[in-house]
């Protein structure tokens, strides 16, 4: 096995998986006992699933990026009694109080000290592996029990696909998902080698180079990534011996391309419930036609085409397929009606069950199966499988749903998921945003479209066929579309539409919600200072993001310096505000998803830094930020109590902020630290490494386009700082992280910020504080940068210092989902410090 470059063997992994079976059986897991399994896709998550099977156990996996909502009945579903986790993942997912077994941090404490000889087996084939959770029709998931039968049978004779010690796998499938039982088990079982790709967001290129370099022949892909892989990957892929995809319709395309090139294709049929994989076909180019086959039943199967009465039909006939045999499942737990509803009587078997897919197939000649579609609301999108209904029930959740529709959208890897609601005085975005806190994000709708009322078919039931197959979105676009009234207007519609690439953008369209971000929001500015001469700080775009605003915006601003600084990212409410300080880089549009979520009882600003339009310099140090932001601040807020505070460097200045306002006789009622480091008390202070800040800039541009970037600092020494940041330039525009609208000189402008930040934070030392101090710090920060649990905060004698831990990494805890947890936790702690703030006041008159 390997993991980050770590070769493991298999004696020294089963090894560590009997330590963790005896230490689990002496906390009670045995047969049947539910393990909830919630630990990245690493080296620790097999040895995890391994050590519970050991031990009798069935392990649940949970992931922790999934609504808390979502997870608590998950775990309640399976009758989780006991949680297996990564530390820093442990606190979210166990809040209904199981036992916690941290297999990260107690392992040298107390795992390590268990025998390392095999435990006693307790349990046979009859006996459940794991429980899968799987989108559920009733707005619920629904938990599929898979015996250890049914994954023995997957990899051992079934005909899949090659097995065996030549093998090497690559684990890339999400761990909740069973296209990880084929990948974990078909390399362990055979004494194959299992290559573990690191959780995080998938990079074709990344994933290219990890084929080449591990030398992986055997593969599991979805459609949709099978697609984009053999679009992209063509060469990294062709050296894959066998690739096997499914989970949706396959592209013909790229089916012929893979095939012609001489590559063995397997394309996978199989819903959850028969254990991954139901029917494969081995795809020869005669084969492809305007679809694919899905082949013939796998060992130990048994399919069944049948009629309303449940009657075989002939061939070239429409069906439904039902699945039996060793790969079934028990069922789902917990939910016998459930489980009768699709598992039934077989009329072929005395006392066989067979499981009612729901897909529609025929019989081709040969013997060969072809799918056809679906016979309910069910979808599969980018390999995921999806309940309309349970879309559809998450939003009638909300108070203005009356009546909710999903739909889907789109072909292959365009594949989309729509929703209709009918919601008076709701707002598409809002809802949107309330079904994230619900759903897992794959499932979240890429638009919601507020109607008057949904489309009927004569008999009264929703028009499904006409929601999807219409442009309904469109036209409902186009009735809500504002023509542009004033030259004004109209140069600013023109300028969002050309920076952004729609084709027309109305009076009242958001930019942000079009798809623009602060890097293209620069050239707007620069675009608005060319075409109508107007000197526009970035902070209005923030401000007055559709084009009606803008406008009077332009109209009506002022020039003052603490205008130009101060963003009002969300400018409703009587409460207390909150001011938040750039992060390295000086934007605030990490702040923005914050500022959505933390509700409208108060306004919400951002302090931007100077410099980044390229007109004036930034500022080098600590203090000077501070004063200014500081007038800024005063201009808003003439009087105290304050609440303020940063993410990363935003801390730092706000440290100062804070202090400055002490010294002019102001109080803070709270100072809050988001994941910020303190500066070292002896920390030299010297110029930030040109090679490091610019890997640092293209790192930025990959995660604002959803990537990772791989360019190290090495790659570029031995260069001017010019070509280094030309090189940096080059790859960011082919990797297609940066817009070809995106010039240059914005990113020397962003450069200069950076640097300059760099440079104030390395020369800053902090001094005392009076004010309430709050830290709080991403979960799985990187503990090594700080001194101590309070991210070096403690040394510089804060007495009202408190610590609290927030699910997410230093950049994951701004964004959506881990973001809600953040701002639940900022309206808690500043409710609560302005009300004691008010009432000592109020204490103090009496």
């Given at each position: 096995m390997?993991?980050?470059?770590?070769?493991?063997?298999?004696?020294?992994?089963?090894?560590?998986?009997?330590?963790?079976?005896h230490h689990?059986?002496?906390?009670?897991?045995?047969?049947e006992?539910?393990?909830?399994?919630?630990?990245?896709?690493?080296?620790?998550?097999?040895?995890?699933?391994l050590?519970?099977?050991?031990?009798g156990?069935v392990?649940?996996?949970?992931?922790?990026?999934?609504?808390?909502?979502?997870?608590?009945?998950?775990?309640?579903?399976?009758g989780?009694?006991?949680?297996?986790?990564?530390?820093?993942?442990a606190?979210?997912?166990?809040?209904?109080?199981?036992?916690v077994?941290?297999?990260?941090t107690?392992?040298a404490?107390?795992?390590?000290?268990?025998?390392?000889?095999?435990?006693?087996?307790?349990?046979?084939?009859?006996?459940l592996?794991?429980?899968?959770?799987?989108?559920?029709?009733t707005?619920?998931?629904?938990?599929?029990?898979?015996?250890?039968?049914?994954?023995?049978?997957?990899?051992?004779?079934?005909?899949?696909?090659?097995?065996?010690?030549?093998e090497?796998?690559?684990q890339?499938?999400?761990t909740?998902?069973?296209?990880?039982?084929?990948?974990?088990w078909?390399?362990?079982?055979?004494?194959?080698?299992l290559?573990?790709?690191?959780e995080?967001?998938l990079?074709?290129?990344?994933?290219?180079?990890?084929?080449?370099?591990?030398?992986?022949t055997?593969?599991?892909?979805t459609?949709?990534?099978?697609?984009q892989?053999q679009?992209?990957?063509?060469?990294?892929?062709s050296?894959?011996?066998?690739v096997?995809?499914g989970?949706?319709?396959?592209s013909?395309?790229?089916?012929?391309?893979?095939?012609r090139?001489?590559?063995?294709?397997?394309?996978?049929?199989?819903?959850?419930?028969?254990?991954?994989?139901?029917t494969?076909h081995?795809?020869?180019?005669?084969d492809?036609?305007l679809?694919?086959?899905?082949?013939?039943?796998?060992?130990?199967?048994?399919?069944?085409?049948l009629?309303?009465?449940?009657?075989?039909?002939p061939?070239?006939?429409?069906?439904?397929l039902?699945?039996g045999?060793?790969?079934?499942?028990e069922?789902?737990?917990?939910r016998?009606?459930?489980?009768?509803?699709?598992?039934?009587?077989s009329p072929?078997?005395?006392g066989?069950?067979?499981?009612?897919?729901?897909?529609?197939?025929?019989w081709?000649?040969g013997?060969?199966l072809?799918?056809?579609?679906r016979?309910?609301?069910?979808?599969?999108v980018?390999?995921?499988?999806?309940?309309l209904?349970?879309v559809?029930?998450?939003?009638?959740?909300?108070?203005?749903?009356?009546?909710?529709?999903?739909?889907?959208?789109?072909?292959?890897q365009?594949?989309r998921?729509?929703?209709?609601?009918?919601?008076p005085?709701?707002?598409?975005?809002?809802?949107?945003?309330?079904?994230r806190?619900?759903?897992?994000?794959?499932m979240v709708p890429?638009?919601?479209?507020?109607?008057?009322?949904?489309?009927?078919?004569?008999n009264?039931?929703?028009d499904r066929?006409?929601?999807?197959?219409?442009d309904?979105?469109?036209?409902?676009?186009?009735?809500?579309?504002?023509?542009?009234?004033?030259?004004?207007?109209?140069?600013?519609a023109?300028i969002?539409?050309?920076v952004?690439?729609?084709?027309?953008?109305?009076?009242?369209?958001?930019?942000?919600?079009?798809?623009?971000?602060?890097?293209?929001?620069?050239?707007?500015?620069?675009?608005?200072r060319?075409?109508?001469?107007?000197d526009?700080p970035?902070r209005?775009?923030f401000?007055?993001?559709?084009?009606?605003?803008?406008?009077?915006?332009?109209?009506?601003?002022?020039?003052?310096?603490?205008?130009?600084d101060?963003?009002?990212?969300?400018?409703?409410?009587a409460?207390t505000?909150?001011?938040?300080?750039?992060?390295?880089?000086?934007?605030v549009?990490?702040?923005?998803?914050?500022?959505?979520?933390?509700?409208?009882?108060?306004?919400?600003?951002?302090f931007?830094?100077?410099?980044?339009?390229?007109?004036?310099?930034?500022l080098?140090?600590?203090?000077?930020l501070?004063?200014?932001?500081?007038?800024?601040?005063?201009?808003?807020?003439?009087?105290?109590?304050?609440?303020l505070?940063g993410?990363?460097?935003?801390?730092?200045?706000?440290?100062?902020?804070?202090r400055?306002?002490?010294?002019?006789?102001?109080?803070v009622?709270?100072?809050?630290?988001?994941?910020?480091?303190?500066?070292?008390?002896?920390?030299?202070?010297?110029e930030?490494?040109?090679a490091?800040?610019?890997?640092g800039m293209?790192?930025?541009?990959?995660?604002?386009?959803?990537?990772?970037?791989?360019?190290?600092?090495?790659?570029?020494?031995?260069?001017?700082?010019?070509?280094?940041?030309?090189?940096?330039?080059?790859?960011?525009r082919?990797?297609g992280?940066?817009?070809?609208?995106?010039?240059?000189?914005?990113?020397?402008?962003?450069?200069?910020?950076t640097?300059?930040?760099?440079?104030?934070?390395?020369?800053?030392?902090?001094?005392?504080?009076?004010?309430?101090v709050?830290?709080?710090?991403?979960?799985?920060?990187?503990?090594?940068?700080?001194?101590?649990?309070?991210h070096?905060?403690?040394?510089?004698?804060?007495?009202?210092?408190?610590v609290?831990?927030?699910?997410?990494?230093?950049?994951?805890?701004?964004?959506?989902?881990?973001?809600?947890?953040?701002a639940?936790?900022?309206?808690?702690?500043?409710?609560?410090?302005?009300?004691?703030?008010?009432?000592?006041?109020?204490?103090?008159?009496?």
């Amino acid at each position: 096995m390997e993991w980050a470059g770590q070769q493991v063997s298999y004696e020294a992994l089963n090894r560590r998986a009997n330590q963790l079976a005896h230490h689990l059986r002496g906390m009670g897991v045995g047969p049947e006992v539910r393990v909830g399994l919630c630990v990245e896709r690493s080296l620790e998550w097999v040895v995890s699933a391994l050590g519970i099977l050991k031990a009798g156990g069935v392990y649940v996996p949970l992931d922790a990026s999934y609504p808390l909502e979502r997870l608590g009945w998950m775990k309640r579903e399976a009758g989780v009694a006991l949680l297996v986790a990564q530390e820093k993942l442990a606190d979210e997912v166990a809040a209904g109080g199981e036992l916690v077994v941290s297999v990260d941090t107690e392992w040298a404490t107390q795992i390590a000290r268990q025998p390392e000889t095999n435990p006693e087996a307790r349990v046979g084939g009859g006996n459940l592996a794991y429980v899968m959770f799987t989108s559920g029709s009733t707005g619920k998931p629904k938990g599929v029990a898979v015996p250890q039968r049914a994954v023995t049978r997957l990899v051992k004779g079934s005909g899949v696909a090659d097995f065996g010690p030549e093998e090497v796998w690559l684990q890339l499938a999400p761990t909740g998902f069973d296209a990880s039982t084929l990948e974990v088990w078909g390399a362990l079982l055979h004494g194959g080698k299992l290559v573990v790709y690191p959780e995080g967001p998938l990079e074709l290129e990344a994933v290219g180079r990890r084929l080449k370099e591990a030398g992986v022949t055997s593969l599991w892909l979805t459609a949709a990534l099978f697609e984009q892989m053999q679009a992209y990957q063509p060469e990294a892929l062709s050296g894959v011996r066998q690739v096997l995809a499914g989970g949706d319709v396959l592209s013909v395309g790229r089916v012929r391309e893979r095939v012609r090139r001489g590559g063995i294709l397997l394309n996978g049929y199989g819903p959850t419930e028969g254990t991954t994989f139901t029917t494969v076909h081995r795809v020869a180019e005669e084969d492809v036609g305007l679809t694919v086959p899905i082949g013939k039943p796998v060992g130990n199967t048994r399919v069944y085409v049948l009629d309303e009465g449940m009657r075989p039909v002939p061939v070239g006939v429409r069906g439904e397929l039902y699945v039996g045999g060793e790969g079934l499942a028990e069922g789902y737990v917990g939910r016998p009606e459930w489980t009768a509803e699709r598992f039934v009587p077989s009329p072929f078997g005395e006392g066989e069950r067979v499981y009612r897919t729901g897909d529609e197939v025929r019989w081709q000649e040969g013997g060969v199966l072809e799918f056809l579609g679906r016979r309910d609301a069910q979808v599969k999108v980018r390999g995921y499988r999806i309940e309309l209904g349970e879309v559809e029930e998450a939003l009638k959740q909300h108070a203005q749903v009356k009546e909710a529709a999903a739909v889907v959208r789109g072909e292959g890897q365009e594949k989309r998921v729509e929703a209709y609601v009918v919601a008076p005085g709701g707002e598409g975005g809002a809802l949107k945003e309330y079904v994230r806190q619900k759903l897992p994000e794959y499932m979240v709708p890429s638009v919601v479209v507020v109607l008057e009322a949904l489309p009927l078919t004569p008999n009264g039931k929703v028009d499904r066929k006409a929601l999807a197959a219409t442009d309904l979105r469109s036209r409902v676009a186009a009735e809500t579309f504002v023509t542009p009234r004033t030259d004004a207007e109209r140069v600013l519609a023109g300028i969002f539409s050309e920076v952004l690439g729609v084709p027309r953008v109305g009076l009242h369209d958001d930019f942000f919600e079009l798809g623009g971000h602060s890097l293209l929001a620069t050239q707007v500015v620069a675009r608005v200072r060319t075409e109508l001469g107007v000197d526009m700080p970035l902070r209005a775009l923030f401000e007055a993001p559709t084009v009606l605003r803008l406008a009077v915006w332009l109209l009506s601003s002022d020039t003052e310096a603490g205008a130009r600084d101060c963003v009002a990212l969300q400018p409703e409410g009587a409460g207390t505000p909150v001011f938040l300080v750039h992060a390295v880089g000086g934007a605030v549009g990490p702040y923005r998803a914050l500022a959505r979520s933390m509700g409208r009882e108060r306004p919400l600003y951002g302090f931007q830094a100077a410099g980044l339009d390229g007109r004036e310099p930034p500022l080098e140090q600590v203090e000077a930020l501070a004063r200014r932001y500081v007038d800024a601040m005063r201009e808003r807020q003439p009087k105290g109590p304050y609440v303020l505070g940063g993410w990363s460097l935003g801390g730092v200045v706000a440290f100062e902020m804070a202090r400055e306002l002490e010294r002019q006789g102001q109080s803070v009622a709270l100072l809050v630290l988001l994941d910020s480091f303190a500066p070292g008390e002896n920390a030299p202070s010297r110029e930030p490494d040109a090679a490091l800040l610019l890997a640092g800039m293209a790192m930025d541009l990959a995660r604002t386009a959803g990537a990772e970037s791989t360019l190290r600092p090495e790659a570029l020494s031995g260069l001017t700082e010019e070509a280094q940041f030309t090189a940096v330039v080059e790859h960011a525009r082919q990797a297609g992280w940066l817009p070809p609208e995106v010039e240059a000189s914005t990113l020397r402008a962003w450069r200069d910020v950076t640097r300059a930040n760099l440079r104030a934070l390395a020369a800053y030392r902090p001094g005392p504080v009076q004010c309430p101090v709050l830290l709080l710090r991403a979960k799985d920060a990187q503990r090594s940068q700080a001194v101590e649990p309070s991210h070096g905060w403690a040394r510089w004698g804060l007495s009202g210092l408190t610590v609290e831990d927030v699910p997410g990494d230093h950049y994951s805890v701004l964004r959506e989902p881990r973001v809600e947890t953040l701002a639940r936790r900022l309206v808690e702690h500043v409710g609560a410090a302005t009300g004691r703030h008010e009432a000592a006041g109020q204490q103090g008159e009496g």
